[in-house]
């Protein structure tokens, strides 16, 4: 087997290019696809969440690695079967309703890809309709939303009204965040799950998936 | 003939020289030029176009500099904010800065338990009071986004009414939207006793925020174009922290920062020139472990200096700038160094309206102990900013002469000089302890956190807020019934 120490090491480093050409050196030596990204992409990406979560890693670091790890993947993507890769969960995630604000959110997206999910961003001012449409599309694990504003909070208990009301509430997980919401809030419009800020979304929404 | 008089150097920072600030200003200028902006507001973008910005295919908006240039004549330099009997208590023109408090935190720190608990309306009104009778606090944000209003679509609406009941000082005010605007303005001439005495002495000034990078939501514009008409003096920072809405870069943070400021200033002339305008684009730093907008970074102290500077190299117009908060989740000496910091710092290079004071967790929680502390902070930092008075009175060669050429036991504590400049000569502190240590430990030891809680406790069962007439009190009730 290709020694994808290498790769691991590029991951970690955020070095794209020698990551790239890592990728396509294990490829062309007829490595199994799968173990180019669970013995050598897989562990880089362990490894900058644990520098990161000790405080060692600050977030551009840990997204250019996500980056890598993403470039690696579109090489590999040709080469995989159905079912050969398994997601740690689908997340459909958006600014809700009469928000504009997306910087939030979109941090939660990248850390979240970094950490190994699958993301559909719907974006800003996102209609408690189009997030039921877009679940009843994709059929996600988790729905995530985002408000900046005290005065557009009020649009998340009414999305989770409109899950339950196209009955797929219990096959969701709901989770918020944004600079008013609080876990007491969260707990009020029955949320599953509210975090402070990106990183303790990644750890929530593990969590609440029962995935590592 | 008399002696000419020293002048007093008022010490005084510059961070900018003009190159620097010219730089900074026409890459704004650029941005505005070539990168352009999206304006979400019909009327606005109409106003924009009619004065000689394009619309290119991409949908965004470019604007000429000479709009700016004209915008920049128009906007006055001699913008002030009256207290709410009709004094004018601050003139933001360049040499004054006053501190004021921030809004919408979700948190503050009870005074009674010390526990970090979700923001009331009580919380609105204790910050106004306490803030009403410190020397040093010129204005008043809301301080609180209340859990407990009836209605959070007009959560601005009933923090301003808390406000008006509790404090006769100016006014910072959020508005969600034109609605709650109309219904605080339509408040506010009620307390100054019509629309004409609202205009001629305004007690309130609206903080809106468009959104980095260079995006104009509607309701944002029609707030910015209210005020316009109605010559409600505004400011409009856009959120262009460095790393987060704006590049990591500072030079490139106030770039973009300023050319949003400046596309709200062009708006806001077009709608009506000669409406008052602050400058300030609020360029913080995005934490790069943690993702929060810093409140206690070096990086917002000196863009807001560098602000300062190119006010005085080319805007002319007063600036908005922040002050008196922390990162910290207490008050511990985190938060009285990163207080600290930014209050010296907004004076020493002469910012106008310095707001947040008070803020813990970068705007997340209020203190009513930081804000006592940060007026003891601010009085230190104006004694400093005072300089050094240089005359016969203070050169005091009499007192030298008879001290030194005195008794043996004469010493200068003793002496008249002492007497009668003590007061002026010296910084008075009343919440900084320098007590003996055998005192202190007789009082409890108490550290500053307790003696500020302890002030602030005081404040709220002593002072007593000059209240508002019954008419005027009955009828803002009605209005905010009306909701």
Known sequence: ????????????????????????????????????????????????????????????????????????????????????????????????????????????????????????????????????????EIEPDIVAMSALLSTTMPSMPVTIEALEKAGIRDKVKVMIGGAPVTEKYAQEIKADGYASDAGAAVTKAKKLLGVS | MKPIPIPTLLPRMKVLNREQALAIHTAALEILEKTGFKMEHPGALDMLVGAGCKVLSDGRVRMPAYLVEEALASAPRQTALYDQKGSKVMPLVDNNTFYGTGSDATFTIDVETGQRRRALLKDVANFARVADALENIAFNMSMANPDDVPAVENIYVYVFAEMVKHTNKPMVVIADRGKDLKMIYEIACLVAGGEEEFQMKPFILNYSEAISPLRFPENVMERLIFCAEKAIPVCLPSGSNAGGGAPITLAGAMALGISENLVGLVVHQLARKGSPFLFGPNVSTLDMKHSVVSYGCPEWSLTQAALADMRDELYGLPVWAYGGASDAKTMDAQAGGEAMFSIITSMLSRCNLVHDVAFLEYGFTSSLEMLVMADEFVGMSRFFTDGIPVNEGTLALDAIQRVACGEGSSIFLMDDHTYEHFMQAQYLPTLLDRSHYDAWEQAGSPDLYRRCNTEAKRILSEHQVEPKSDSVLKEMDELVRSL
């Not at chain 1, 955020?14 to 990728?23: K, L, S």
């Not at chain 1, 799968?34 to 897989?42: A, C, F, R, Y």
């Not at chain 1, 969960?89 to 959110?105: F, P």
């Open chain 1, 1 to 136: 087997m290709y020694e994808l120490k290498t790769l691991t090491e590029a991951v970690i480093k955020g070095d794209i290019n020698t990551a790239v050409a890592e990728t396509q050196k294990a490829l062309d030596a007829e490595t199994n696809v799968n173990d180019i990204v669970d013995k050598g992409l897989i562990p880089g990406m362990d490894e900058v969440g644990d520098r990161f979560s000790k405080g060692q890693f600050f977030v551009p670091q840990m997204l250019r690695s996500a980056k890598t790890m993403q470039e690696c993947m579109r090489l590999l993507h040709p080469f995989m079967k159905e079912g050969d890769i398994t997601t740690k969960g689908k997340v459909l995630i958006g600014t809700v309703k009469g928000d504009l604000h997306d910087i939030g959110k979109n941090l939660v997206s990248m850390m979240m890809e970094g950490a190994g999910f699958t993301i559909t961003d719907l974006g800003v001012d996102v209609p408690p309709e189009r997030f039921v449409q877009k679940a009843q």
